[in-house]
């Protein structure tokens, strides 16, 4: 048991030496200089290939047009400094390197929106025994995304991650795209890498394509670090099912509400109450849209549209309900119809709805013996003069005396020859005995009506007897 406690001991301290060892080698008795370029000849560029594995797409947020994403950058180079012979050092085939310690292409997002271009974490670098460098950080990425809100809520955005090196130019390195390859085959990887098993999906937006490019830019001279740069797009679909519901849905169903005003009583109050009441949603509606939507004048998005005309409808239905109510309300004591109101209203416009007046109905006897033509006079124009007097005209009655419109110079629209009759009779025109005018509440008796009815004592009979 001893034996196999110290065995197992030495084996860690010689493999540990090992690894010390290398490290010596490569470093001092090298002399490695992580600030020079791993190149053999100065006019020689170094290879860099990336790559970009999505992990999580957090947000969009379309006010500050900022793409949020969580991402792993895959770096590979070769270093030819610190390739080793792996039988030298007891089979040694990965050495794990701090970042700080090794030379780096420093390629940073290009396009970031806050001004961040370190990586979240510094992980290690691999490197094996040919000088291969493989380097794969963490990084949370916050990217200017262009948004385009023509159809919102039903859009489809294109951001981009922009990967350039902000320290060498196009003859220093040569930013390539990651290659892989198989026992038969070998091909570049053009797209952004999606792991299923550790990628979250987001609820409001949805992948639809995700390629990569290098891009060269030959107006721009090489010795820029412009020249060149690696961008992967990122094309999502924003899932409207969320707006569905909670907008679009409510928006239709007040709008609809706006057309029930007509079927509403002229006397009922209700109808500017409701008209309003849609007005003031809708206007709820749009403020609620416009708080998700970038404040630009480049293009108005679709829902916007829609709910600027579902409001431009709602404000003539309110001008409607202004007119009707007006005219409603209006009397012959405070409004004279003019002629064309006349012909149009009473002339032409029943032509063209093919409405047509109804007739007088015959009269049907009941069996009931016939009043006298006195007693039916009266009785007759004291109904037809209270009927013809609207609520309005009640109320500015008081009104009308003070300003001495007692009388009108025409006669009122339906107002018969009988009602003026008794209107006459009232003034202390009418002729007849027992006619009593009461000038404070407007109040019609008759005593002589009484003549006529059956079983009722009469003060003019008994008089006449």
């Known amino acids: 048991m001893i034996l196999y406690l110290f065995s197992s001991t030495l084996g860690e301290c010689w493999g540990r030496n090992e690894e010390e060892r290398l490290i ?17 000849r100065q006019q020689d560029a170094v290879d860099v290939y990336l790559a970009l594995t999505l992990s999580n797409l957090i947000s969009l947020k379309e006010v500050d047009e900022t793409l949020l994403t969580n991402v792993w950058i895959d770096h590979m180079w070769t270093d030819y400094r610190l390739s080793w012979n792996s ?60 948004i385009n809100v023509n159809y919102f809520p039903f859009d489809w955005q294109n951001c981009t991650l922009k990967f350039t090196s902000l320290t ?97 009583p002229a006397d009922s109050g209700e109808k500017m109450t409701l008209s309003i009441s849609v007005l003031l949603a809708q206007s709820v509606f749009l403020l609620l849209i416009s708080q998700r939507l970038p404040e630009t004048s480049m293009s108005v998005p679709l829902i916007v549209k829609y709910l600027m005309f579902i409001m431009v409808l709602v404000t003539v239905v309110v001008l409607n309900c202004v007119v009707v109510l007006n005219l409603h309300f209006r009397t012959p004591s405070t409004h004279v119809m003019s002629d064309w109101t006349k012909r149009f209203f009473l002339e032409r416009l029943p032509r ?15 069996g009931a013996l016939p009043r006298r033509s006195s007693s039916v006079g009266y009785i007759a124009a004291a109904e037809e003069y209270y009927t013809v007097k609207s609520r309005s005209e009640l109320m500015f009655e008081k ?14 629209a339906g107002t018969s020859r009988i009602a003026l009759s008794v209107k006459h009779a009232q003034s202390g025109r009418a002729r007849g005995a027992g006619v ?6 407007k109040t019609l008796t008759s005593e002589r009506m009484r003549c006529h009815l059956p079983n009722l004592s009469c003060p003019c009979k008994q008089a006449h007897h």
Request: with cysteine.
């Open 87 to 146: 039988t030298e050092f007891d089979g040694i085939d990965m050495l794990r390197l701090p970042p700080s310690m090794v030379w780096l292409p420093e390629i940073v997002l290009e396009n970031n929106n806050d001004a961040q271009f370190q990586v979240a974490y510094y992980s290690n670098v691999l490197v094996d025994p040919t000088g291969l460098c493989y380097w794969l950080p963490p990084a949370i990425f916050r990217s200017s995304c262009s």
């Open 168 to 264: 060498y130019n196009a003859k220093e390195i040569k930013m390539l795209l990651k290659e892989e390859a198989d026992e038969t085959s070998k091909w570049t990887v053009e797209w952004i890498i999606i792991d299923p098993a550790s990628f979250t999906e987001n609820g409001e937006w949805e992948i639809i394509h995700r390629p990569a490019k290098k891009n060269m830019y030959k107006h721009i001279p090489m010795e820029s670090n412009k020249h060149q740069d690696i961008t992967f797009y990122l094309v999502i679909k924003r899932k409207p099912l969320f707006y569905i519901v909670n907008i679009i849905i409510p928006c239709v169903l007040i709008s609809f509400l706006a057309s029930l005003v007509y079927y509403l």
């Open 436 to 441: 009593i005018v009461n000038s404070s509440k």
């Open 399 to 412: 009104q009308s005396v003070r300003h001495g419109l007692t009388t009108r110079s025409t006669p009122a």
């Open 352 to 366: 063209i709805l093919r409405m047509s007046q109804p007739g007088d109905a015959e009269p049907q006897w009941d």
């Open 24 to 40: 010596n080698h490569l470093f001092k008795e090298r002399g490695y200089n992580k600030d020079l370029r791993p190149v053999e």
